[in-house]
């Protein structure tokens, strides 16, 4: 078995990520036309501020995603979105996944942001934090990292021999 690049398993994560948050593998290409998925660099102010500055000047929410290490796998997710007319920037999210297996939920840390989901027209929409949420609490964001790392084992089965290109995953605006 060929080892996977850098790039392949970023693809791969990205594609992991797609299929979480929509509820449905497959969904790559259509998603990344409203928002982009982005595996990089530890997450720091300096690029949280840059790719603030493509989602004000292009629209597209971006999540961020950047992991501390390998013996951390809970992965560092940014979310950067537009709020009016202003980049809003949210650098700790969590993912939570309802009971149903729907649609995974990314949840910013501290109060007053609600969540954020992908909705059926495949466009980030901002939603409130349930009494559900609060009563399954933590179980919902064990399903949801469980989920998304037993989405990435089978991602990377699938295309051991055909990793995922990364340019097709992510089309994203040059500076």
Same mark, same amino acid.
Not at 140 to 154: H, I, M, P, S, T
Not at 155 to 162: C, D, F, H
């Given at each position: 078995?060929?080892?996977?690049?850098? /790039?392949?398993?970023?693809?791969?994560?990205?594609?992991?990520?797609?299929?979480? *948050?929509?509820?449905?593998?497959?969904?790559?290409?259509?998603?990344?036309?409203?928002?982009?998925?982005?595996?990089?660099?530890?997450?720091?102010?300096?690029? *949280?501020?840059?790719?603030?500055?493509?989602?004000?000047?292009?629209?597209?929410?971006?999540?961020?995603?950047?992991?501390?290490?390998?013996?951390?796998?809970?992965?560092?997710?940014?979310?950067?979105?537009?709020?009016?007319?202003?980049?809003?920037? @949210?650098?700790?999210?969590? @993912?939570? /996944?309802?009971?149903?297996? +729907?649609?995974?939920? @990314?949840?910013? /840390?501290? =109060?007053?942001? +609600?969540?954020? =989901?992908?909705?059926?027209?495949?466009?980030? =929409?901002?939603?409130? =934090?349930?009494?559900?949420?609060?009563?399954?609490?933590?179980?919902?964001?064990?399903?949801?990292?469980?989920?998304?790392?037993?989405? *990435?084992?089978?991602? +990377?089965?699938?295309?051991?021999?055909?990793? @995922?290109?990364?340019? /097709? *995953?992510?089309?994203?605006?040059?500076?």
């Amino acid at each position: 078995m060929t080892p996977l690049t850098d /790039q392949q398993r970023a693809a791969n994560f990205m594609s992991a990520m797609t299929a979480l *948050l929509t509820g449905k593998p497959g969904m790559d290409a259509a998603l990344n036309d409203r928002l982009s998925i982005i595996v990089g660099a530890p997450i720091n102010d300096f690029n *949280l501020l840059a790719w603030a500055e493509h989602v004000r000047a292009g629209g597209r929410p971006i999540i961020y995603v950047s992991f501390d290490g390998a013996e951390c796998p809970i992965p560092n997710i940014a979310l950067i979105c537009m709020n009016r007319d202003q980049a809003l920037v @949210l650098g700790s999210c969590l @993912l939570w /996944q309802p009971r149903n297996k +729907g649609g995974a939920l @990314l949840i910013p /840390q501290g =109060r007053g942001f +609600g969540a954020f =989901r992908i909705g059926s027209d495949l466009m980030l =929409r901002g939603c409130q =934090r349930t009494a559900a949420h609060r009563k399954s609490g933590d179980a919902g964001y064990v399903r949801a990292y469980n989920r998304l790392y037993e989405l *990435l084992f089978k991602i +990377g089965k699938s295309n051991e021999a055909q990793p @995922l290109p990364l340019p /097709q *995953l992510m089309r994203t605006v040059q500076a």
